[in-house]
């Protein structure tokens, strides 16, 4: 599909085969934000080109023509889609983390700060501009020998974000998300990354959860999400961080920078450093002493 539809206009594409589809999903090509729109619903039987005519909405069928080759029927392989996952995730480094999945056998580079992440039902394996440009932004402030007392990774989704602080530094992390199942991803991650008995994963979707509110202030809080939520728990993370801490902020395209840096100059956090990968960018923000 054309790469400028907006999300809405996409959300509508993919709710049009919502009565007969198992599951839809919408990605652009290549992970890039100005790629073209790749839309794919998955159903139990091969459908029926004539009555996928007939059930396709007229916004739909003028953007997306069945007659036109842009449809394409592919039968769904029996396979172990688990397992498959694994494989296509090989290891790699971002500055100087090596993240590896458990199917990789290989010890880990001497020098190296190894992060094993399995690709499975939690958001963040590394590889996302998003998620690398928060640990660029934790090599950063490492290297400038900043040593936060205690860390709070805001959404921390598979929990790499809170393993990589925990690998850093010896304090004490809080990892919260409102899905209890990256709750209990994050968790196993930081079991078999051997940094458990410094990481605390509780669910929770704002500053107001009990856990925060009896741990706060922090001194570096990470928040990997999206523009909307970022700019509505502005208020609370700025009251949860200490006077000169710093926080570290994702989720964003490149054209949502500006917005979110101006709302959080609102609360007294101004920017450092920012991380650009992709299209997306992470900014590493501090907040006035």
Not at 30 to 44: E, L, M, P, S
Not at 184 to 195: D, F, K, L, M, Q
């Amino acid at each position: 599909m054309p790469a400028d539809l907006d999300d809405a206009r996409v959300g509508s594409f993919i709710s049009a085969l919502e009565d007969s589809a198992l599951a839809a999903c919408a990605l652009r090509e290549n992970n890039k934000h100005t790629g073209a729109w790749v839309i794919t619903w998955i159903v139990d039987s091969k459908p029926d080109h004539a009555a996928l005519a007939q059930s396709l909405p007229a916004h739909v069928a003028e953007i997306l023509p069945l007659d036109k080759g842009i449809w394409e029927i592919e039968d769904v392989p029996d396979i172990n889609w688990l397992e498959h996952s694994y494989r296509q995730f090989q290891p790699f480094n971002v500055g100087s983390f090596f993240i590896y999945g458990s199917h990789h056998k290989d010890p880990p580079p001497a020098g190296l700060i190894s992060l094993q992440i399995d690709a499975a039902t939690a958001f963040g394996s590394g590889e996302h501009g998003t998620t690398a440009g928060c640990l660029r932004a934790l090599l950063q402030l490492a290297g400038e020998n900043v040593a936060p007392r205690a860390i709070l990774d805001m959404g921390t989704g598979s929990g790499i974000l809170a393993i990589a602080a925990a690998k850093l530094w010896p304090c004490p992390v809080l990892a919260v998300d409102m899905d209890a199942e990256a709750v209990r991803v994050g968790a196993h991650h930081a079991a078999i990354n051997g940094v458990s008995a410094r990481i605390a994963c509780h669910e929770g979707s704002d500053f107001d959860t009990d856990v925060i509110k009896a741990r706060r202030p922090f001194d570096l809080i990470l928040a990997n999400i999206l523009k909307e939520p970022l700019i509505t728990l502005a208020p609370g993370l700025a009251d949860a961080l200490s006077s000169g801490g710093h926080a570290i902020l994702s989720g964003l395209l490149v054209e949502q920078e500006s917005e979110i840096l101006e709302c959080y100059a609102g609360e007294g956090l101004n920017k450092q450093a920012r991380f650009e990968a992709d299209g997306w960018v992470a900014l590493l923000l501090r907040k006035s002493s």
